[in-house]
């Protein structure tokens, strides 16, 4: 059977394009079997053409493959897809390059706010003092920088009472009573008697601390037997305990208690201001700090007193941490944009954002916030000026020694440049409020128009594989059928070749 004839045999089975195109190479595979071309699609159809002929040139009836010959038509209807796959492919690299810059982003917008923070480091204040082992502080933020001086004649004391020794916490205690009085409330008069079952140790301490008082009752035990300890809840001579009035015992004062502590008060100076303080911890004598007091500034007469300084200023240390932050979170920010722009210099592909405009403009906005100056400010006019410089790629570094100077010798100023409203760090957090609004902000946006480019995508490739799917059927059905037909191909020429022999009996004879 001839190549035409076997063309002529697939054109009449179907009318599909496939099976036209491949009746088309057939015609050509006999002039040459091994002429191929760049496009897989043609190949896979030379490959499928060549099989039928060789199967049709094959008087053995051997057929064709044909799985393999469909699978290789079909190889080449699916390019459309592989395009499709490869566009998915790109968005889904774009949409997770803008999500990795938005977290870039959240996080530069993250470490601005402690440098524009009115309660934070640059409100905030270090203590320090000549002599902690007699005063220490803090301070809150707001407080006023400044230096005070010092001096504590007398720690603030706690008053405390005990009773005299019994041989047990639950020895049987002389009965009586004695009054209790705590600073200037109402004395109290406690029972000592079975009746009110305070006639041990343990039940008066449990008795008296029913009561509330103001003190604390306990039992001590020792090598010299049990103690009722009585401590009071207040420090200072408004927490002073007074025992009077003890009945208990033949003759009175059975308890036998003693006074093993006064409550007084503290007694200091601060900048030359005598203060009395209830408590060790003193508030309110330094706006905004407090005092807490460990020790005397003269510990005898003889001695000379040796008033602390104490020194309040700004905290230099964490507003320079703060801006250091804010330098690397935004060269982090600059870095991850310029490496989704920019064409690799090495392989020339170019960028994973190359092209995208929302991300051009991105980069736009934030420089142009970035390089923002104010007018006057004692000199600190901009981010440069503090010694904070933009390289070419748009990253910044740090001057060290400009940047402590600044904050040693211009605090405030420095300080303005990022919280006044036409500084640097307002002019940022305004930008940035509106680029990273999960609603509206452009790289949500963006994210959300190329997610929507994706879906209709995998939509089309859904619809296009089932569309492949149909194609394979039909194809098996046409391709079983020529694949019965070069089968039966021998005999049919068999009895052509009889019939033939039949109408010319003389030209058989001859032979």
């Not at 036209?20 to 897989?40: H, K, P, R």
């Not at 570094?397 to 940047?403: H, K, R």
């Amino acid at each position: 059977m001839s190549t035409s004839s076997i063309g002529s045999l697939l054109s009449s089975l179907s009318t599909s394009s496939t099976n036209e195109s491949l009746a088309q190479l057939l015609g050509q595979s006999s002039a040459s079997n091994s002429n191929s071309t760049s496009s897989s699609a043609t190949g896979a159809l030379q490959d499928a053409a060549n099989a039928i002929i060789n199967s049709a040139t094959n008087t053995s009836g051997s057929g064709i493959d044909v799985t393999s010959t469909v699978d290789a038509i079909l190889m080449a209807d699916a390019q459309p897809e592989e395009t499709m796959d490869a566009q998915v492919s790109a968005d889904n690299s774009q949409i997770s390059a803008l999500q990795s810059l938005q977290t870039n982003l959240t996080a530069f917008q993250s470490s601005l706010e402690p440098l524009t923070d009115f309660t934070g480091d640059f409100s905030a204040l270090t203590v320090s003092s000549s002599n902690n082992d007699v005063v220490s502080a803090t301070a809150a933020n707001g407080t006023e920088a400044d230096t005070h001086t010092i001096t504590v004649q007398n720690l603030a004391t706690t008053s405390a009472d005990y009773s005299a020794s019994f041989s047990s916490a639950t020895a049987a205690l002389p009965t009586g009573s004695f009054q209790l009085q705590v600073g200037s409330n109402t004395a109290v008069t406690i029972p000592v008697d079975s009746t009110d079952n305070t006639d041990t140790l343990t039940g008066l301490a449990t008795y008296i601390n029913n009561q509330n008082l103001g003190v604390n009752a306990s039992v001590i035990n020792d090598s010299s037997g049990s103690r009722l300890a009585l401590v009071s809840q207040t420090s200072g001579a408004a927490g002073e305990i007074t025992l009077s009035s003890d009945t208990t015992g033949t003759n009175g004062n059975g308890m036998g208690f003693t006074d093993a502590v006064d409550g007084k008060d503290a007694s200091l100076t601060v900048d030359g201001i005598p203060i009395d303080s209830a408590s060790n911890t003193v508030t309110g004598v330094i706006p905004g700090v407090t005092l807490t007091l460990s020790g005397v500034t003269q510990t005898s007469a003889a001695e000379p007193s040796n008033p602390v300084t104490l020194q309040i200023s700004p905290n230099l240390t964490g507003v320079a941490t703060d801006i250091n932050n804010f330098v690397t979170s935004w060269n982090t920010l600059i870095q991850a944009i310029n490496s989704g722009l920019q064409t690799n210099s090495s392989t020339g592909a170019a960028g994973t954002l190359s092209g995208d405009s929302t991300v051009d403009s991105l980069q736009e906005q934030l420089l142009s916030a970035l390089s923002s100056s104010m007018s006057g400010n004692n000199g600190a006019v901009n981010l440069q000026s503090i010694g904070i410089d933009m390289q070419d790629d748009g990253t910044l570094s740090v001057d060290s020694t400009t940047l402590n100077n600044a904050l040693q010798n211009n605090f405030s100023a420095v300080q303005n440049l990022f919280q006044s409203m036409d500084g640097v760090g307002q002019t940022l957090t305004n930008a940035l409020t509106s680029l990273t609004d999960p609603v509206t902000g452009p790289l949500s946006l963006d994210i959300n128009g190329i997610n929507s480019q994706v879906t209709d995508l995998n939509s089309q490739i859904s619809d296009f594989q089932q569309q492949l799917q149909n194609t394979q059927t039909q194809l098996m059905a046409e391709y079983t059928t020529i694949n019965t037909t070069l089968e039966q191909l021998p005999q049919t020429l068999q009895q052509i070749n009889s019939q033939l022999s039949a109408l010319n009996p003389s030209s058989s004879s001859s032979s």
